[in-house]
């Protein structure tokens, strides 16, 4: 990839987490590129699919540290993310060993970028989103990984599963051509009071992965503000160790400074931790009126909608049984134009 000249508008598909072998081949694909002309069909010709094959197909050995490339990873964001003609980066799977690469990654090209750019992941991808949220040219959303699909997928064949994923891609073409994501968050007020009408940012994501930026150069992206809140979510995580984040993040100093918070599914294996999430979240604060929303399809238990962080995009306008609707402007988010 370059930035030397302007293009079509390129999708990016990154494997720079845990290893997409599985994915690849659950969808009965032998090779990477089978799979990138695969996801181009969900695209208009407009756009362009690209991503590093070599690294779709990585190894990862749990015993050794994971994966062995970690500098070509970095240099794979870094690439990504000066390239002015790349218009959003999908990445295909959380799992592990990105959170180490990051201090490798020079996001200075941010500054110099002419045109924006969307990401959209979760779960390991958490610190990298809130990271490049930051920046005036960066949307970035929390959003499943089409991993999701097939890891949740054991009983369909393989041609069901790719519809799946294609409905997924066509989505993300939705939404970074400014209109609305076909998957909406089912939310409920748990706690507090909400005014009339309120409008809010968020940050955040996965409670484990958000947790590693404090005391980090790149704290203040997820650092409390007017208007900010904060979105938890996590997985394979018993009670106690998400007491303990929440109270690591109440010692930095930041947990009773958010003007709200919107707990995701809390999951560990097959047992439902989000009541004792929500139990353990209002044991740490210090305000009996601070807002929680509870949202049933954010985390890692489909379905599972998108939310965009860091952006003042979003309404939350009150309904009946003290349920929420998440108004979000798509229009102000879009990156990409339609095919004429």
């Known amino acids: 990839m370059t930035a030397a000249r302007r293009s079509k508008?390129?999708?990016?598909?990154?494997?720079?987490?845990?290893?997409?072998?599985?994915?690849?081949?659950?969808?009965?694909?032998?090779?990477?590129?089978?799979?990138?002309?695969f996801v181009a069909t969900a695209f208009d010709?407009?756009?362009?699919v690209t991503a590093d094959t070599?690294?779709?197909?990585a190894v990862e050995d749990d015993l050794r540290g994971g994966r062995k490339d970690d500098a070509r990873r970095a240099r794979e964001i870094e690439q990504t993310l000066a390239d002015d003609n790349v218009?959003?980066?999908?990445?295909?799977?959380?799992?592990?060993?990105?959170?180490?690469?990051?201090?490798?990654?020079?996001?200075?090209?941010?500054?110099?970028?002419?045109?924006?750019i969307a990401i959209f992941g979760f779960s390991e991808i958490t610190t990298l989103l809130n990271i490049t949220a930051a920046h005036r040219n960066v949307v970035a959303y929390h959003d499943m990984t089409p991993s999701m699909l097939t890891a949740t997928s054991r009983k369909r064949t393989p041609t069901q599963i790719r519809a799946d994923?294609?409905?997924y891609f066509a989505d993300i073409r939705r939404i970074i051509t400014g209109q609305p994501s076909q998957r909406t968050i089912d939310a409920k007020l748990v706690h507090g009071?909400?005014?009339d009408d309120q409008s809010i940012s968020l940050v955040g994501g996965n409670l484990t992965l958000l947790t590693t930026l404090i005391g980090s150069p790149h704290a203040k992206t997820i650092a409390p503000r007017r208007n900010r809140w904060l979105l938890i979510e996590d997985v394979h995580e018993t009670s106690w160790r998400i007491d303990r984040k929440l109270a690591h993040l109440a010692m930095a100093g930041m947990l009773h400074r958010y003007?709200?918070?919107?707990?995701?599914?809390?999951?560990?294996?097959?047992?439902?931790?989000?009541?004792?999430a929500l139990n353990c979240l209002k044991k740490q604060m210090d305000s009996p009126n601070t807002p929680i929303i509870r949202a049933a399809n954010i985390g890692h238990v489909l379905p599972i909608a998108p939310v965009p962080l860091n952006r003042p995009v979003i309404r939350i306008l009150k309904g009946r049984n003290r349920r929420i609707s998440f108004?979000?402007?798509w229009s102000k988010l879009k990156i990409a134009e339609t095919a004429p």
């Open 9 to 37: 508008p390129v999708v990016r598909l990154w494997g720079i987490a845990g290893s997409c072998r599985n994915l690849i081949r659950s969808l009965g694909f032998q090779s990477g590129r089978q799979f990138v002309e």
């Open 45 to 48: 010709p407009t756009f362009r």
């Open 54 to 57: 070599r690294m779709l197909q």
């Open 87 to 116: 218009v959003v980066a999908i990445n295909l799977r959380g799992g592990a060993w990105l959170t180490r690469v990051l201090p490798r990654v020079d996001f200075g090209a941010l500054k110099n970028r002419k045109r924006p």
């Open 165 to 167: 994923i294609l409905n």
């Open 193 to 195: 009071k909400l005014s």
């Open 259 to 276: 003007d709200g918070f919107v707990l995701g599914r809390c999951t560990n294996g097959d047992t439902d931790l989000t009541d004792a």
């Open 327 to 329: 108004d979000i402007n």
